[in-house]
T-cell receptor, first 114, second 113 residues
Framework: NAGVTQTPKFQVLKTGQSMTLQCAQD?????MSWYRQDPGMGLRLIHY???????DQGEVPNGYNVSRSTTEDFPLRLLSAAPSQTSVYFC?????????????FGQGTRLTVV | AQSVSQHNHHVILSEAASLELGCNYS??????LFWYVQYPGQHLQLLLK??????LVKGIKGFEAEFIKSKFSFNLRKPSVQWSDTAEYFC???????????FGTGTRLTIIP
């Protein structure tokens, strides 16, 4: 059971480049989300999804797109990378509308935009 | 919307010292509460969680936390820390029935051997 898998683990981009951060889970979780972690700011929610075909914005969505074509996958796209998007990105998943559920996190992607 | 405050940004302790990390939340309804730990270079791992029932919850590695509803607090404690507890600790909350987690800014814990 792999849990939540993120790729890549490290990435360096030039300003203006685009890329997709991959996230996959094998726990049949309906709810998936993306966070960014910045020093002194904790984790902030970027986008989330409550099931295939359904996505919504979190606290800091600007500059990021998501889609959810399957239950397992929830990729995060940076259309035109900016230095302000230098951060560590975490994907998480959990059951949806299920009491006493907890979130499971991926290993993270450390992104540097130069 | 809920919010979470962790007032201790960086705590430095010697091995065997007792630990208490503060966590206060702001939300008018029923909440679920979590403490996550992030060891250097690693992802977040769940230390413990509170959903309902006994307000004193025990987690992994000897950690415990107490939910005090009247104070909107969920402080993390450990009676005797070890060097391996060096990590960053995050308190998180979600409203009951809403999976969106809100995190505190984290507390960096450094244990001196």
């Amino acid at each position: 059971n792999a849990g939540v898998t993120q790729t890549p683990k490290f990435q360096v981009l030039k300003t203006g480049q685009s890329m997709t951060l991959q996230c996959a889970q094998d726990m049949n979780h309906e709810y998936m989300s993306w966070y960014r972690q910045d020093p002194g700011m904790g984790l902030r929610l970027i986008h989330y999804s409550v099931g295939a075909g359904i996505t919504d914005q979190g606290e800091v969505p600007n500059g990021y797109n998501v889609s959810r074509s399957t239950t397992e996958d929830f990729p995060l796209r940076l259309l035109s990378a900016a230095p302000s998007q230098t951060s560590v990105y975490f994907c998480a998943s959990s059951y949806y509308e299920t009491p006493n559920t907890e979130a499971f996190f991926g290993q993270g992607t450390r992104l540097t935009v130069v | 919307a809920q919010s979470v405050s962790q007032h201790n940004h960086h705590v430095i302790l010697s091995e065997a010292a007792s630990l208490e990390l503060g966590c206060n939340y702001s939300y008018g309804g029923t909440v679920n509460l979590f403490w996550y730990v992030q060891y250097p270079g690693q992802h977040l791992q769940l230390l413990l969680k509170y959903f309902s029932g006994d307000p004193l919850v025990k987690g992994i590695k000897g950690f415990e936390a107490e939910f005090i509803k009247s104070k909107f607090s969920f402080n993390l404690r450990k009676p005797s820390v070890q060097w391996s507890d060096t990590a960053e600790y995050f308190c998180a909350v979600n409203a009951r029935g809403n999976e969106k987690l809100t995190f505190g800014t984290g507390t960096r814990l450094t244990i001196i051997p």
